[in-house]
């Protein structure tokens, strides 16, 4: 019977001790930091890498076995080198070959089209006036078309020794090679690439199947320079899934007219697939659970309250708060974790934001 009292007594004790504990903790004030609710934007995005792509990639080889000569660049003065940007129609390097020239009688064949035309002409004249038959007037006409293939094909034969580029754009190599050394046919000559114009090939998983579309917003960034983001624009998406990975690809083009990117690198792509406007959000990590739901703590007179919210979309670092919290109010971002529902706190920091 006396153990019994005595532990009856330990009971009361402790158990006063507890209560004494818990109206302590509520009468001491808790320093905490608040954010000033005001509206603002929200987005939900779909997260990728790749390797960038050039919208544009050409490299040349010679068709033709020639003397090289590297050609200056009209912007520069200088010969051309790796870095300078060119346009559609330069001529970059120039091979020559005598032989090869004289086989190709570029002007003879000019000579024998402005005959074969002057023949037609009066041909023609002369059948309107029934002075030939028209057995002759066809003959002079196929004279001329044989004339003409014959001119556009010695203009070909010639091209072949200028290399020009098929793009605008930036020489991106240059194999070197003496001027006036002979260069057998095939070599590789020169290469350009545009890219004031990026692409990004990506691949999605399932579950963003529907919700990734042509058109949305996405924002790039390179691992090499975070700071810098570039937007771009979805261009193409695959329609159906693939069996064996379940995901889907599409395509990503980006304007890179500041040169901010550049062929190869790694990226970061956001795609934003939804986005609330003047809406509250807070930091996600303060918004907390329980068996009732999620909830914050917001300030009333000097008095941490808890407040039940409902959440909408969710960022990298933020949620929208759907309902439950108003512009103006002050949520606590700071020092909630020892915080219970009618705590005294002591604002030692605000911050504004949405």
Same mark, same amino acid.
């Not at 609710?37 to 068709?63: H, K, R």
């Not at 303060?286 to 407040?307: D, H, P, W």
């Given at each position: ?12 004790? *402790? ?46 080889? %010679? ?13 520069? /003065? ?74 556009? %094909? ?25 001027? /006036? ?17 990026? *692409? ?26 975070? !700071?810098?983001?570039?937007? /771009? ?30 062929? /190869? ?19 996600? %990590? ?13 300030? !009333? ?12 979309? !969710? ?21 909630? !974790?020892? *915080? ?15």
């Amino acid at each position: 019977m006396k153990n019994i009292i005595i532990a009856l007594l330990l009971v009361f004790i *402790l158990a006063r001790c507890g209560n004494q504990n818990q109206r302590f903790n509520m009468d001491v004030a808790v320093d905490v930091t608040v954010q000033n609710l005001t509206p603002g934007s929200i987005s939900e995005t779909v997260t990728t890498t790749g390797d960038l792509l050039p919208a544009g990639s050409v490299t040349l080889t %010679n068709e033709m076995t020639g003397e090289y000569f590297l050609q200056k660049n009209p912007s520069t /003065g200088a010969l051309y080198k790796m870095g300078d940007r060119v346009k559609k129609g330069d001529v970059i390097i120039k091979l020559e070959d005598k032989a090869y020239r004289n086989t190709t009688d570029l002007e003879g064949e000019r000579l024998n089209l402005e005959i074969s035309e002057q023949e037609y002409e009066k041909q023609k004249a002369l059948f309107e006036k029934g002075g030939v038959t028209q057995r002759e007037l066809v003959n002079a006409e196929r004279n001329l078309v044989s004339a003409r293939k014959a001119y556009e %094909n010695a203009q070909i034969n010639l091209d072949k020794m200028s290399i020009e580029s098929p793009i605008d754009g930036v020489i991106t190599a240059l194999p070197y090679y003496s001027q /006036g050394v002979r260069v057998n046919q095939g070599s590789e000559m020169v290469a350009v690439m545009n890219y004031d114009q990026m *692409l990004l090939d990506i691949t999605l998983p399932a579950a963003s199947f529907g919700k990734v579309k042509a058109g949305q917003a996405c924002f790039i960034s390179s691992y090499s320079s975070t !700071e810098d983001t570039v937007r /771009g624009a979805i261009s193409q998406l695959s329609p159906v899934l693939d069996v064996a990975t379940r995901s889907f690809k599409g395509r990503i083009t980006i304007p890179n007219r500041e040169d901010i990117l550049r062929p /190869g690198m790694f990226v970061n792509a956001d795609i934003v697939v939804e986005q609330n406007d003047s809406t509250i959000t807070v930091p996600s %990590n303060v918004v907390l659970s329980q068996m009732g739901g999620e909830f914050v703590f917001v300030i !009333e007179e000097e008095t941490a309250r808890k407040r039940i919210v409902q959440t909408g979309l !969710e960022s990298s670092d933020r949620i929208e708060i759907l309902d439950g919290l108003e512009s103006g109010e002050q949520v606590v971002i700071k020092g909630f !974790e020892t *915080l219970r529902d009618g705590s005294k706190v002591k604002i030692e920091d605000e911050v504004s934001g949405y």
